[in-house]
């Protein structure tokens, strides 16, 4: 599966930024999804959960309140609804797919190739 993230730029403190997810090729309407991201010089870091109907999900505590994550299986689309951004919100997002649910990295089946995300002070 190749998945598509798109939605990244340059923002300042305080904005709102919308990330979307697809999958290139196929579909993911059967498969849990999630958002990591990665900040320069810093490991990957969870962000964001999505079970496949939509029904559950979870955050990270640095997110919870000012992210959404949502997902629109007819349009074979995830997003990320991202508000009140923070200058440490800078960092690569990418989209992957959850073989389990889990909220590591070692829970990841496929990931997309990242968007970047600057959030100016």
């Known amino acids: 599966v190749q998945l598509q993230a798109s939605g990244g730029g340059l923002v300042q403190a305080g904005d709102s930024l919308r990330l979307s997810c697809a999958p290139s090729k196929s579909t993911f309407s059967n498969n849990a999804v999630a958002w990591f991201r990665q900040a320069p010089g810093k490991e990957r870091e969870f962000v964001a959960r999505i079970s496949w109907s939509g029904v559950s999900t979870d955050y990270s505590q640095s997110v919870k309140g000012r992210f959404t994550i949502s997902r629109d299986n007819a349009k074979n689309t995830v997003y990320l609804q991202m508000s009140s951004l923070k200058p440490e919100a800078t960092a690569v997002y990418y989209c992957?797919?959850?073989?389990?649910?889990?909220?590591?990295?070692?829970?990841?089946?496929?990931w997309g190739q990242g968007t970047l995300v600057t959030v100016s002070s």
């Open positions: 992957v797919t959850l073989m389990r649910w889990g909220l590591s990295a070692r829970d990841v089946e496929y």
